[in-house]
């Protein structure tokens, strides 16, 4: 801040010299109240980050009027019991007022208006519920009511345009020999064999004394859609239960409510959300180039009579995400590239694009519109708030709601999309959050948080999980990068594929490419440079604190893979792995496979690694981090740590364990980085765990008694 020579000014002045003298006093002491006010701003604790609250989707009534939204609230460390994050139903107008429908100790899915707007449907387990049900809540006023249960958990439904019929998802009745057996001690699992299918269910709501009829249909069911106007239904169907065949094998097709099915839409690769057309002439869904796509991201248009299928927008230079009709002839869609997103809207008559949401003005996770096509909401992420609820309107946005009023008290740290040139002359992009308080020419440690997939991509949004504790970093002096390198999504399929065939190879020199550049550009230390990332970004930090080793001073991995060969015997993706990732079978190149992998590369680890696992995962077996662990261990000095969590999979999903994620992780890296280590090798195993839920319980007691 400039400063101001108060006793000069005066001399020089000094005709109304005691105006002028007042005058500025009043300018500096409203420059420092400011300077004050903004220092008093709070650093992200990693409490916080676990706990923000976010809106999880959004859904429009029929007339436009009101929006239906859920909003996520995880659990309190040391103060609730361990479990799920608690999911509330709220409605917002379009003035933004909001009103709490559904709260507390509940979890909400599934949300569906109503026909006539009157209510509103949903999925929960509430009261005495054994299995997840549908309830139905008055808008204007009263108590939820169970509209049907069934002996498995629902888990999706559609109603129909009456608003009298209803077709539900579910499993079967499980068998109730079952658990006597498991009593007597007959507990043996016949691996991939006996899961069991899902059904379709349809329910006259005009009788809901009559069992639910079971639609015959001899395939795994994963979604249902009423058709628009007659007793069909569009279901995405696959072969098995497998999460592989999801990804591979699925197909959208349209069945009568009998289970006949009278029309096929014929796809290769992976799918998306679809969507009936006002006059069920058409299915629009989201799919993929070919089966060597890695995501879906294609725009195609089904015909409902013949089943032709047409591609809209080709060479789309980013990924569909989401879409939504706004007419028989008219269809919205939301497409990400780069780090941010736009909606348009296609004519299918003349083919014409029509830009609603500009490129560069938000980050839309998901969207809707009413009947009439003629109001729009969005879920909507920026870098100073999580998910919440916006309007949008002639490319202008109206914020609805309001989760998170402490943030208006966090210090939020510089966030910028950022360009760079790989080695090999391919332009990427990422996205750079700068230390609080920084300071241009002063190098800062770095914290790389690298995404899963690779086929993910990182946006220019709130981006602060208990994974990446981005806001915590910057408010502690690190700076933080997260790349989009190659072999994400947000820029068209030919980019997405260019990691294909090349594990480890250019998409990971793309890391060190990108510290070449943040050093370059004068911000960051290449001395102090952490990694982290879970799945295929925990892949990239193994592979950094291995084969990288020399350009990563801390790395911390998460539910990553460590060996290319016994991965593949593993997971329970196979068929995904060989189609978009591998191109290849272990078998076809052994060697090259191993030398893939992590473990072959453990004599170079010189980077202390915090490996982290949940145990229960199917995606990448935890057996993977053990190998790694066991390698190093064996073969080095280099600090090593395993952290196992029992009851998670492929990520954490409970609030305590994320806490406990967060708090390791971050330790890790002040530990390395920061030079926090008081001349100790290695951090001590415990954390403060103990010590807090102690003095949380102090705190409450003496505010009860207060």
Do not use: C
């Amino acid at each position: 801040m400039r400063k101001i020579d108060l006793k000069r000014t005066k001399g020089r002045h000094h005709q109304g010299g005691n105006q002028r003298f007042m005058w500025i006093t009043g300018v500096v002491l409203g420059l420092l109240v400011g300077f004050s006010a903004h220092a008093k701003k709070d650093i992200m604790t990693l409490e916080q980050i676990v706990t923000a609250h976010y809106v999880g989707s959004s859904v429009v009534s029929s007339d436009g009027q009101l929006t239906a939204y859920t909003l996520v609230k995880p659990r309190t460390p040391y103060e609730d019991e361990d479990g799920s994050h608690y999911v509330e139903l709220h409605v917002v107008d379009k003035q933004g007022n909001s009103r709490p429908f559904i709260t507390g100790e509940v979890s909400v899915s599934s949300v569906q208006w109503s026909p006539d707007g009157q209510s509103i449907y949903y999925r929960a387990k509430r009261n005495d519920d054994k299995y997840t049900s549908i309830y139905r809540i008055p808008v204007d006023g009263g108590e939820s009511v169970k509209v049907i249960s069934h002996k498995n958990n629902i888990s999706s439904f559609s109603l129909n345009s009456e608003g009298d019929k209803l077709v539900f998802v579910a499993k079967p009745e499980k068998d109730k020999s079952e658990k006597k057996l498991e009593k007597k001690g007959f507990k043996a699992e016949v691996y991939e064999e006996d899961i069991q299918f899902n059904h379709a269910y349809q329910v006259n709501l005009n009788n809901l004394e009559d069992e639910p009829v079971q639609l015959n249909i001899d395939e795994h069911i994963l979604s249902v859609q009423f058709h628009p106007g007659k007793d069909h239904v569009l279901l995405r169907t696959t072969p098995t239960p497998h999460i592989d065949d999801n990804y591979t094998s699925s197909e959208y097709g349209i069945y009568q409510i009998d289970g006949e099915r009278i029309q096929a839409f014929k796809t290769e690769g992976k799918l998306g959300e679809a969507e009936w057309s006002p006059n069920g002439k058409y299915v629009a869904m989201i799919g993929a180039e070919d089966k060597h796509d890695p995501a879906s991201g294609r725009l195609f248009v089904g015909r409902s009579g013949n089943g032709k299928m047409t591609e809209y927008v080709k060479d789309y230079a980013g990924h569909v995400k989401a879409i939504e009709w706004l007419s028989d002839s008219q269809l919205a869609y939301m497409g990400h590239i780069g780090t941010s997103s736009e909606v348009s809207v296609i004519n299918l008559d003349t083919e014409k694009v029509d830009n609603r949401l500009p490129l560069g003005k938000a980050v839309l996770s998901n969207f809707d519109v009413s009947e009439d096509g003629k109001t729009m909401v969005a879920t909507v992420g920026h870098a100073d708030h999580p998910r919440e609820v916006y309007s949008v309107n002639n490319g202008d946005l109206k914020r609805l709601s309001h989760s998170n009023p402490w943030l208006e008290n966090i210090a939020m740290p510089k966030q910028a999309s950022i360009k760079y040139t790989a080695r090999d002359g391919l332009e990427l992009e990422g996205i750079l959050v700068y230390p609080i308080n920084y300071t241009k020419n002063q190098r800062y440690p770095l914290i790389m948080m690298v995404h899963g997939g690779p086929e993910a991509h990182i946006s220019n949004e709130w981006l602060d999980r208990y994974a990446y504790p981005i806001k915590h970093a910057a408010g502690n002096g690190f700076a933080v990068f997260l790349p989009n390198y190659r072999g994400s999504t947000g820029r068209g399929v030919e980019f997405s594929k260019k990691g294909q065939a090349d594990y480890a190879g250019g998409e990971f020199n793309d890391l060190v490419d990108a510290i070449t550049h943040l050093s370059d550009e004068g911000i960051v230390d290449k001395a102090r440079v952490g990694i982290t990332g879970g799945s295929y970004g925990g892949y990239a930090s193994a592979w950094a604190a291995t084969a990288l080793s020399e350009h990563f001073a801390a790395s911390v991995m998460f539910v990553g893979i460590a060996n290319q060969l016994s991965k593949f015997g593993t997971t329970d993706i196979p068929k995904e792995m060989y189609n978009v990732h591998a191109r290849n079978y272990p078998w076809d190149k052994w060697m090259w496979m191993l030398e893939r992998s992590p473990i072959y590369h453990t004599d170079k680890a010189q980077t202390p690694l915090l490996i982290m696992h949940g145990k229960n995962d199917t995606r990448v077996h935890p057996a993977q981090s053990m190998e790694l662990y066991r390698y190093i261990k064996t073969r080095t000095d280099t600090p090593v740590r395993l952290v196992y969590y029992p009851g998670e999979g492929h990520g954490n999903r409970k609030a305590a364990a994320q806490l406990d994620y967060a708090k390791r992780l971050m330790r890790w890296m002040n530990f390395y980085l920061k030079g926090e280590n008081k001349g100790q090798q290695i951090p001590p195993y415990d954390l403060d765990h103990q010590a807090q839920l102690k003095k949380d319980a102090e705190d409450n007691d003496a505010e009860a008694s207060f």
